[in-house]
C-alpha cells in the first residue's frame, strides 16, 4: 500500500522526524495514525475482555463487571499510547527508532528477538550507536525497509556478525 493511501498512517510533514545529529536527510518514515492507534486499542480491548471470558469459565458476567471492564480500557489505553508513540524513520544510510539510531551500511553485528509477539532487530555499528527496533514497523513502509535491508547485506559483506534468527530476514548467501 502506498503511504498516501494507508488511513492507518501519519503522513503529514509536520509529523516526519528528524535524522540523527550529522546524518543526511529523512527518506522514509512510519508513524501510525490517530485512527490506527484507536483500532489497535479497540482490539486490544476486546482481546482482554475474551480472555477474562476464557479465564472465568465461559462466564458471560464478565461482561457486567465494572473493574473488569477498566481493567480492559487501561490496557486498551496503553495500547493507543504505545502504539501512537512508535515511530521510525530511515535515510540513505542510517535507521533510527525514537531515540536510538545506527549507521546501516556500518553495522557490526546484526541480530533479532522475538519479545511479546513480536521481533526485534538489534543493530550496533562502527560507533557503538545502537537500535532496537520492531521489525514489523520498519516493515509497514517500504522504501525503509528496502534501505535498512541494502545496508544490512553492505554491513554483513563486509565483516558484519549477523546471529540466530536474522538470518532468515537477512540470509547470507
Known amino acids: ?14 509529523t516526519r522526524p528528524d535524522p540523527p545529529p550529522g546524518q543526511g536527510p529523512v527518506l522514509a518514515w512510519y508513524r501510525s495514525s490517530k485512527r490506527g492507534a484507536r483500532s489497535t ?6 482481546i482482554v475482555m475474551v480472555l477474562l471470558y476464557l479465564a472465568e469459565g465461559f462466564d458471560v458476567r464478565v461482561f457486567e463487571t465494572w473493574w473488569e471492564w477498566l481493567l480492559a480500557i487501561a490496557a486498551g489505553a496503553g495500547i493507543y499510547f504505545s502504539v501512537k508513540g512508535d515511530w521510525c524513520a530511515a535515510g540513505a544510510d542510517w535507521l533510527r527508532y525514537r531515540k536510538s539510531w545506527a549507521k546501516t551500511y556500518e553495522l557490526t553485528e546484526i541480530k533479532t528477538r522475538y ?35 541494502n545496508g544490512v547485506r553492505h554491513s554483513i559483506a563486509n565483516g558484519a556478525v549477523i546471529k540466530g534468527a536474522a538470518l532468515y530476514y537477512f540470509p547470507v548467501r
Do not use: E, S
Not at 500500500?1 to 509536520?14: E, G, I, L
Not at 486499542?41 to 476486546?46: C, L
Not at 538489534?122 to 514497523?137: E, S, V
Open 1 to 14: 500500500m502506498r503511504p498516501d493511501t494507508d488511513p492507518d498512517r501519519d503522513t503529514r510533514v509536520a
Open 41 to 46: 486499542a479497540i482490539i486490544g480491548i476486546i
Open 115 to 149: 519479545l511479546g509477539g513480536t521481533t526485534y532487530v538489534y543493530l550496533t555499528d562502527a560507533d557503538g550507536h545502537k537500535i532496537d527496533a520492531p521489525l514489523n514497523l520498519i516493515q509497514k513502509d517500504r522504501l525503509m525497509w528496502d534501505l535498512l535491508y
